[in-house]
């Protein structure tokens, strides 16, 4: 059983830009793995470009590296994300929201799984300094950190909308998610173990992933709730 606030109009309003935001991210997405993975010039150029020049002041700037190794470590941490989304699941299904609790849950896990089968099948090697101010580990392509905080922020925040929060309410938490999501790019970058189109990659493939699971969920609860 769903919670009343939990309507089938707001599911029905998710519709078509949904639709289209969704597969223009995909198709997009399609298009810059393809261009990593062929190694294409003019884009590792300008990813070359952007490392070089965050690299050069982030080895200047060692209070500034800590704290955006601080924020990257930690509050934007793809663990710390999932643990958001593991308290979201509790709560939903405490309160009877079964289903839509597994939904958000099987997104989480399966945007990882995509995620993590991308960057084996691309193999793309991070970027290497002679003096790094930090390190990761396993492929580039694309960023984890990035694709993970965007699926979690797209889920909470319609979780959010279907809730009906206030106006002052939803601006926060949409001003809080723009926030994460650039704050976790930049971070990646400037920390020199992401390039530019990681962060981009993992952008358009977390609002894809976001877009159609909200899209499959709202047509999933259409057919239970069908007289």
Same mark, same amino acid.
């Given at each position: 059983?769903?919670?009343?606030?939990l309507?089938? /109009?707001?599911?029905?309003?998710? @519709?078509p830009?949904? +639709?289209l935001t969704?597969t223009?991210?995909?198709?997009?997405s399609? $298009?810059?793995?393809?261009? &990593?993975?062929? @190694?294409w010039?003019?884009l590792?150029?300008? /990813?070359?470009?952007?490392? /070089?020049?965050l690299?050069?002041?982030?080895v200047?700037?060692?209070?500034?590296?800590?704290?955006?190794?601080?924020?990257? !470590?930690w509050?934007?941490?793809p663990?710390t994300?999932?643990a958001?989304?593991?308290?979201?699941?509790?709560a939903?299904?405490?309160? @009877?929201?079964?289903?839509? +609790?597994?939904?958000?849950?099987a997104t989480?896990? #399966?945007s990882? #799984?995509?995620?993590? @089968?991308?960057?084996?099948a $691309?193999?793309? !090697?991070?970027?290497?300094?002679p !003096?790094?101010v /930090?390190?990761?580990h396993?492929? +580039?392509?694309?960023s984890?950190h $990035?694709?993970?905080?965007? &699926?979690?922020?797209a889920?909470? %925040?319609?979780?959010?909308? %279907?809730?009906?929060?206030?106006?002052?309410?939803?601006?926060?938490? #949409?001003?809080?998610?723009a926030v994460?999501?650039i704050? $976790?790019?930049f971070?990646r970058i400037?920390?020199?173990?992401?390039?530019?189109?990681?962060?981009?990659?993992?952008?358009?493939?977390?609002? +894809?992933?976001?877009?159609?699971?909200i #899209?499959?969920?709202?047509?999933f609860?259409?057919?239970?709730?069908?007289?």
């Amino acid at each position: 059983m769903e919670p009343p606030h939990l309507s089938s /109009d707001a599911f029905r309003r998710a @519709g078509p830009r949904l +639709a289209l935001t969704g597969t223009v991210c995909a198709a997009l997405s399609v $298009v810059l793995v393809i261009l &990593v993975a062929v @190694g294409w010039s003019p884009l590792m150029s300008v /990813d070359r470009t952007v490392a /070089d020049s965050l690299h050069r002041s982030a080895v200047t700037e060692p209070t500034l590296v800590h704290v955006n190794r601080v924020l990257t !470590d930690w509050i934007w941490d793809p663990w710390t994300m999932r643990a958001v989304i593991a308290v979201t699941v509790i709560a939903l299904w405490w309160r @009877g929201a079964r289903w839509l +609790a597994v939904w958000v849950a099987a997104t989480s896990a #399966l945007s990882t #799984l995509v995620q993590q @089968g991308i960057k084996a099948a $691309v193999g793309r !090697d991070r970027p290497r300094w002679p !003096d790094p101010v /930090d390190s990761a580990h396993y492929a +580039a392509f694309p960023s984890g950190h $990035v694709m993970t905080a965007v &699926v979690t922020c797209a889920l909470l %925040l319609w979780l959010l909308r %279907l809730r009906g929060v206030t106006p002052l309410w939803w601006r926060t938490a #949409l001003a809080a998610a723009a926030v994460s999501v650039i704050g $976790v790019a930049f971070t990646r970058i400037y920390l020199g173990v992401h390039w530019m189109t990681d962060v981009v990659g993992g952008t358009l493939l977390g609002v +894809a992933a976001a877009a159609f699971s909200i #899209l499959g969920y709202t047509a999933f609860r259409r057919g239970r709730i069908a007289p």
